[in-house]
């Protein structure tokens, strides 16, 4: 997301990238499990999403009988975790998120035009400028990402100029993986090293 943010500035750092790889990434979140319940997520986040303490509370839970596996389940599959790693990563990877920033990531992520700044002014996935890009570009988006769905992850690599593209759907319907892959588990599931690497 914002390595294709970065290519849309068209500054100084887009014009150093030769390559740029995606994982569970996209500039459109239709289909998301935020993007359902953002009529919900925005009447409880007046003044802000306290991520921090409700992830920890989540992780503190992972691997015993009161495990919230349908919350693991927004951001990664629950069985290709490692449990310490999955406590890890939900104990310590959150932290509050002001109102304002919940409004902009709701509304824009989820909107026809994707991701954009809190004024509206940039788009993190500017059509015009990116059909411009030609530097090789790999996606890689798990069948099961509630978080990024793989549609948008698609349609972020589509816009791109280069003759040099691939999107990947890691998924056993895919013939890409023998499991299915959510959103962090992406990168640091129990079997990404010999699922998910190969194809980067």
């Not at 992972?62 to 990563?89: D, H, K, S």
């Not at 990531?105 to 030609?134: I, R």
Request: glycine share 12%; hydrophobic share 40%; with cysteine.
């Amino acid at each position: 997301m914002l390595a294709v943010g970065l290519l849309s500035q068209q500054g100084k750092f887009a014009g150093a990238l030769r390559s740029v790889t995606l994982l569970a990434s996209g500039c459109f979140g239709r289909g998301s499990w935020h993007g359902i319940l953002a009529p919900l997520i925005r009447s409880i986040t007046g003044c802000g999403f306290p991520a921090g303490a409700v992830c920890s509370a989540v992780g503190s839970l992972i691997g015993t009988a009161a495990a919230l596996w349908f919350v693991e389940a927004l951001f990664y599959m629950p069985r290709n975790m490692p449990q310490e790693c999955a406590r890890e990563l939900m104990s310590g990877c959150f932290r509050f998120i002001p109102a304002g920033v919940v409004q902009q990531f709701l509304g824009s992520l989820n909107s026809q035009q994707g991701l954009t700044s809190c004024d509206g002014s940039f788009s993190y996935a500017d059509p015009k400028v990116l059909a411009n890009v030609h530097v090789p570009v790999l996606a890689l988006n798990g069948s099961w990402d509630l978080f990024c769905p793989a549609v948008g992850g698609r349609r972020t690599v589509e816009m791109f100029g280069s003759t040099a593209k691939r999107f990947v759907c890691l998924g056993p319907r895919q013939g890409t993986s023998k499991r299915h892959y959510g959103h962090f588990d992406i990168l640091s599931g129990t079997h990404a090293a010999d699922e998910v690497y190969p194809h980067i």
